[in-house]
Structures are given as structure tokens and as C-alpha cells.
């Protein structure tokens, strides 16, 4: 057993070192583009469908039918345990103390958003594709919840929004991956240049931070 494991090591070992040799044969770059090409086409065919289904007029049209599931604040309140409510009530100021960060972080974000994009050439992003705010036409809601969901939509939406300008402004500036696995990374990082690999950064670094594919793009989705 300790020789099959050494051996499989070592196998391991040589198709690293043929993958690293023949990476441009491959084309692992292309690959990660095509890869993200149809991540992109799967969504948009998502929203597509979602769109014809169109879900807020269903809400609106089934609002008497969904409002049997609603449960009242006082309700909701009494039928907690006692700790459950105590740990709501501590954790609350907490929560709600991110509100007012929230918003001036907002404001700033979007100075740089709407000064810094234009000087640069980069694309805006466009703000109504991460704003979304249609919990409160749900009528199983009380008033309580809605304005808790207004508020969750609120800050988890500008942490996607700005998350995006960051990655745009990582394109421009630093398009190169980390040597570590990172999570939830943003829609431009699958484009960037390997870690070790500062031939290709240095030839596409230009390339990287010329954004007006994607500006024509956004131009023919507007013409649409």
C-alpha cells in the first residue's frame, strides 16, 4: 500500500508538470472563458423563463390566497420561546446598527462608481440588476417582516453591487488570480491571468482593461 501511494504521488506529480508544460496547447484560459460564456447563457435563460412566468403577478393575483399563511407580529411575538424573543430583542440594536455604515458606504461606493468608470472607460454597472425589493408585495408577510426583508434585500444587494465594481476595478488595475482557491469570487475573475504567469499578464494586461466589448454589449442589450 505505502508503494501504491508514493506511486500515485508520483503520477500525480507528472501530470501536473505535463499539464503546466502544454498549458498553452490546452488552452485552460479559453476554457475558463467558454466555461463562464455558458454559466452566463444558463442564467440568462433562467431569468428569461422566470420573466414569462412573471412571479409578481402571480403574488398579486393570489394575494387573498397567501395571506391565510400570514402570522400577525403580536402572534409571531407570543408564540416564541422566551429565549428565542430574549436573543431577538439583544441582538436587534446589532443589526439594525449596519443601516446608517450601510448607506454612507453607498454613497461613497457610487462617487467612485460614477467619477472613476466614466475616466477609465469601464462599463457602469447597472444598478437595477442586483436591487431588487419585490418581498413586500408578499401578502403572507406582516409588516414587521417586510420592512426586516427591506432591509436584509438592502445591504445583501449593495454587497453584490459593490462586490461587481470591485471586480471591474480589479480587471482594470490587477487582473491576476490568487494562488489560493477563493470563494465566491466575482463575475470578472474567471478572465484573470494565472498566479505564476507574468508573460501573459504582461501581454494582456491591456487587453484586460479595455472593456469595450462589453461596453457594445451593454449597448445592444439598451437597443433591445
Not at 408585495?137 to 414587521?144: E, K, Q
Amino acid at each position: 500500500m505505502p508503494d501504491f501511494g508514493k506511486k500515485l504521488e508520483k503520477k500525480l506529480e507528472e501530470a501536473r508538470r505535463i499539464l503546466a508544460t502544454t498549458k498553452r496547447k490546452v488552452n485552460v484560459e479559453k476554457l475558463e472563458q467558454l466555461s463562464e460564456e455558458i454559466k452566463k447563457g444558463f442564467e440568462e435563460r433562467i431569468e428569461k423563463l422566470s420573466q414569462k412566468r412573471n412571479l409578481i403577478a402571480e403574488a398579486i393575483r393570489s394575494k387573498f390566497k397567501l395571506r391565510k399563511w400570514k402570522v400577525g407580529v403580536i402572534s409571531s411575538i407570543l408564540k416564541s420561546k422566551p429565549w428565542v424573543s430574549f436573543k431577538l430583542a439583544l441582538s436587534a440594536p446589532f443589526i439594525y446598527s449596519i443601516f446608517i455604515p450601510a448607506v454612507i458606504f453607498h454613497l461613497f461606493i457610487e462617487l467612485y462608481h460614477q467619477v472613476a468608470f466614466r475616466l477609465y472607460g469601464i462599463p457602469l454597472v447597472k444598478m437595477k440588476d442586483y436591487f431588487v425589493f419585490d418581498r413586500v408585495l408578499l401578502s403572507y408577510l406582516n409588516w414587521l417582516e417586510k420592512i426586516n426583508c427591506l432591509y436584509c434585500s438592502y445591504v445583501n444587494c449593495l454587497i453584490a453591487y459593490s462586490g461587481e465594481i470591485g471586480g471591474r476595478t480589479e480587471r482594470f488595475w490587477c487582473p491576476i488570480k490568487h494562488a489560493r482557491k477563493v470563494k465566491g469570487v466575482h463575475s470578472q475573475y474567471g478572465k484573470f491571468v494565472d498566479y505564476l504567469d507574468g508573460e501573459e499578464f504582461r501581454k494582456k494586461q491591456e487587453q484586460l482593461s479595455d472593456f469595450s466589448k462589453e461596453k457594445q454589449e451593454q449597448a445592444e442589450e439598451g437597443q433591445e
